[in-house]
């Protein structure tokens, strides 16, 4: 064989799989299309959602942020122990983050005065805030150099990734690249969501979108200088964790329509040089057409800037973010084949959950 493993997919999901192969001492080669990750592993808000998750993938993300962090401190990647803000702007967002707070010892209850200060540094008061949390043990990272930063510490490691290497199909220990042909003693194929151009079979059967998403980079805030992401009642629909409280269906009832509409998951998360990265809206589909929705993306705006008390934001960059998604699972695990598996976070949590599932995948393997 040419190698232990070879990875298909230089994305996050791809490297976290990678580091967990090196620190079982197996060789490793990674083959990448894109002559950098250009994916949803740079398009979304950096944040590792740890406290939010659900109970069935706790014991992942608690994984997952031991990698994150042990990785983080060799190869510099930068990632905060910053935590989270959760905003409660009506009595049953308030509800569902009391109800959170008593099944987890880790989530802090604060008030309308405590929120409104850790948003504005006291400079204002936004309208409507009643109450908020703050989930300490959540990571951030800057999604526009982590990834590069962590493929360029793994060929320190002696990973070898052959970028601008399309795989055009594998099986059985054998990858077969426009560069030629490969082996391996196993195959992750770690595509995100482009399975469907591998294994289209696989991806029908667990019903296999794309997730398009409309995002935006904006000036930060004035008053607001912590690196922690910001969740809004919105946020209490997407995560696992949040939506199992009884309140939560209160809190979707209690929701605008057009934010029901365009599935918004209203929420930002801080860059180092202080921007905000804002979103998000989510569409479901084989394919998507490029072309964004100004009026999507000024009501995402509109509502980030109505959180911390602001009459508008400034818009530095638009783009439209993507993920693999699947109807009945966060994730997508599939032998394909004895020497072959598909691996894909399907539930737009790569960043979270990415380092822990790269840590269960290997123990299957090794």
């Not at 309140?247 to 209203?266: I, K, Q």
Request: overall charge negative; some cysteine.
């Amino acid at each position: 064989m040419d190698t232990d493993l070879i990875i298909v997919g230089a994305g996050i999901v791809g490297l976290a799989h990678a580091v967990a192969a090196v620190r079982r001492g197996l060789s490793v080669r990674i083959i990448e299309r894109d002559a950098r990750a250009v994916g949803a592993s740079v398009r979304n808000f950096g944040h590792c959602c740890l406290t939010a998750q659900p109970d069935e993938h706790q014991a992942m993300a608690e994984s997952s942020r031991d990698g994150w962090l042990r990785t983080s401190a060799a190869a510099e990647l930068g990632a905060r122990e910053a935590g989270a803000y959760a905003v409660a702007r009506n009595g049953a967002e308030l509800a569902v983050l009391e109800e959170f707070a008593a099944t987890r010892d880790d989530v802090a209850l604060l008030t309308a005065t405590e929120i409104a200060e850790a948003l504005t540094g006291g400079t204002r008061q936004p309208a409507g805030l009643l109450g908020g949390a703050y989930f300490p043990r959540d990571l951030r990272v800057d999604p526009r150099v982590t990834v590069a930063r962590l493929a360029a510490w793994l060929e320190g490691q002696g990973v070898r990734i052959d970028w601008r290497t399309a795989c055009l199909g594998t099986g059985d220990g054998v990858v077969h690249t426009s560069r030629g042909e490969l082996r391996a003693e196993h195959v992750l194929v770690c595509v995100g969501h482009d399975v469907d151009r591998l294994f289209p079979a696989v991806a029908d059967a667990a019903g296999l979108v794309r997730c398009a998403l409309q995002m935006a980079l904006v000036d930060g805030p004035v008053g607001y200088a912590s690196h922690a992401a910001v969740l809004t009642g919105t946020s209490m629909l997407r995560y696992g964790g949040l939506a199992a409280m009884p309140s939560a269906s209160e809190v979707r009832c209690l929701l605008p329509d057009e934010l029901l509409e365009m599935v918004a998951n209203v929420m930002c998360a801080p860059r180092p040089d202080g921007t905000l990265l804002v979103g998000d809206s989510h569409a479901y589909d084989l394919a998507h057409e490029p072309f964004l929705d100004e009026s999507i993306s000024q009501r995402l705006l509109d509502e980030v800037a109505a959180v911390f008390g602001l009459p508008g934001l400034r818009v530095r960059q638009r783009w439209q973010g993507v993920y693999a998604s699947c109807p009945d699972q966060d994730l997508l695990v599939e032998s394909v084949d004895e020497r072959t598996t598909v691996v894909s976070v399907t539930s737009g949590v790569g960043m979270t959950l990415s380092f822990g599932l790269g840590e269960q995948t290997l123990s299957t393997l090794t």
